[in-house]
């Protein structure tokens, strides 16, 4: 197998997994313990447009919102950069082709029990729904683990696991 470049600007984090996974939350303590900078790619899509998620999403659809996020994520440039992706951001091959060639890519995974735990409101929340807004909680995870799993350098199982001790089983993956 290749072995990956850590190289300065190769040596990132690039945060994936479900919406509600904790890549925001924890990222930010990830940052901490690896002494590395934190970017919240939602937080650079909202700054680019001066428009909130769920304003663009509303605006462009899901097809619109997902060739944006295309667009931001792959003009990112990082050294030592903890990157909370968007939980949509896998349905762009094209940016995640250019994140897995800047860092090292971690899903943060979640059982389906978890993520309709924290996401009771996920039709109001700002995800992309390919399908609609008829689909399901339940189909949303099993459209969307596949791609997690196979854009996925290091896989890290988050469940039943508090912000601070899934940020330290994240950072203790990456050594
Ligand atoms: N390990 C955890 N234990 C308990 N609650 C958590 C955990 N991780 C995240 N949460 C909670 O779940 C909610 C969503 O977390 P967060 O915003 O970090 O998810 P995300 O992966 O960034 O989602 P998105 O893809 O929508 O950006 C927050 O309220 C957060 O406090
Ligand atoms: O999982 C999703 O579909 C999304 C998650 C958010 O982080 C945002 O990127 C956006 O609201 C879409
Ligand atoms: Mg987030």
């Not at 447009?49 to 996020?69: N, R, S, V, W, Y």
């Not at 890519?105 to 996920?122: A, N």
């Not at 995870?141 to 791609?147: A, M, Q, T």
């Not at 799993?149 to 601070?164: C, G, P, Q, R």
Request: overall charge negative.
């Amino acid at each position: 197998m290749k072995e990956k470049c850590t190289e300065p600007g190769c040596d990132n984090v690039i945060l994936i997994g479900m919406p509600g996974a904790g890549k925001s939350t924890l990222g930010i303590v990830l940052a901490k313990i690896l002494n590395y900078n934190f970017v919240d790619a939602d937080l650079v899509i909202q700054n680019q447009c001066d428009k909130t998620l769920q304003k663009l999403l509303d605006a462009c659809g899901p097809d619109g919102f997902i060739e944006m996020e295309n667009q931001v994520l792959s003009d990112m440039d990082f050294q030592r950069t903890v990157v909370a992706t968007g939980g949509s951001a896998v349905y762009s091959a094209a940016a995640m082709e250019h994140l897995r060639s800047i860092g090292r890519v971690v899903y943060l995974k979640i059982s389906f029990d978890q993520l309709r735990e924290r996401l009771c409101d996920f039709q109001d929340r700002g995800v992309v729904l390919r399908k609609g807004i008829s689909m399901s909680l339940r189909e949303l995870y099993d459209e969307r683990r596949p791609l997690y799993e196979m854009y996925a350098d290091i896989t890290v199982d988050v469940n039943d696991l508090s912000i601070t001790a899934a940020a330290r089983k994240v950072a203790s993956a990456l050594q």
